[in-house]
T-cell receptor, first 113, second 110 residues
Framework: DTAVSQTPKYLVTQMGNDKSIKCEQNLGHDTMYWYKQDSKKFLKIMFSYNNKELIINETVPNRFSPKSPDKAHLNLHINSLELGDSAVYFC????????????FGPGTRLTVT | GDSVTQMEGPVTLSEEAFLTINCTYTATGYPSLFWYVQYPGEGLQLLLKATKADDKGSNKGFEATYRKETTSFHLEKGSVQVSDSAVYFCALSRRRALTFGSGTRLQVQP
């Protein structure tokens, strides 16, 4: 069973389009995250959701919006895509309490042309 | 703010060589420390962790010790294998989000 899953794995789209990436976790975790990995492999936190409440938003453009329909899902919506949005996006989850060990999904490679 | 600094790669070693990847951090308080590994084309996997000073995390022959006095969490392995070729990320955890280092690519040659 996949613990943290993302769809799609690859996404190729044109500038100006709106797209969504879905994430689901079956670990019963309370907190979910979105990270962006750039072409140099650098990883940076974008959002964190705890019990359907946004708790971190690290200076991400408002074209990006996380949506959490329930505790097991955190989707990422991106409006008006730009070339600079091309990256690999990772979803992750963790328990709220404890030492915040996070489990990652396989990633979604977004290419904006 | 919080930050993590890793040695730059790539690190190229022969099979059975000794591995050290340096990691130092800057943070207030007592963060938890992690090493994650990313194999080609895959997501990140937790390799090991340490939650307080002097803790040693270990997994699959890899080890790292949480050194508060030197703010370090260096990754070591006594004998690397070709299958260890990957990108290794050091990270610290505060306020729930992870702060990552820039990653170190390890290439192990047969």
């Amino acid at each position: 069973d996949t613990a943290v899953s993302q769809t799609p794995k690859y996404l190729v789209t044109q500038m100006g389009n709106d797209k969504s990436i879905k994430c689901e976790q079956n670990l019963g975790h309370d907190t979910m995250y979105w990270y962006k990995q750039d072409s140099k492999k650098f990883l940076k936190i974008m959002f964190s959701y705890n019990n359907k409440e946004l708790i971190i938003n690290e200076t991400v453009p408002n074209r990006f919006s996380p949506k959490s329909p329930d505790k097991a899902h955190l989707n990422l919506h991106i409006n008006s895509l730009e070339l600079g949005d091309s990256a690999v996006y990772f979803c992750a989850s963790s328990q709220e309490t404890g030492n915040y060990e996070q489990y990652f999904g396989p990633g979604t490679r977004l290419t904006v042309t | 703010g919080d930050s993590v600094t890793q040695m730059e790669g790539p690190v190229t070693l022969s099979e059975e060589a000794f591995l050290t990847i340096n990691c130092t951090y800057t943070a207030t308080g007592y963060p938890s420390l992690f090493w994650y590994v990313q194999y080609p084309g895959e997501g990140l996997q937790l390799l090991l962790k340490a939650t307080k000073a002097d803790d040693k995390g270990s997994n699959k022959g890899f080890e790292a010790t949480y050194r508060k006095e030197t703010t370090s969490f260096h990754l070591e392995k006594g004998s690397v294998q070709v299958s260890d070729s990957a990108v290794y990320f050091c990270a610290l955890s505060r306020r729930r989000a992870l702060t990552f280092g820039s990653g170190t690519r390890l290439q192990v040659q047969p």
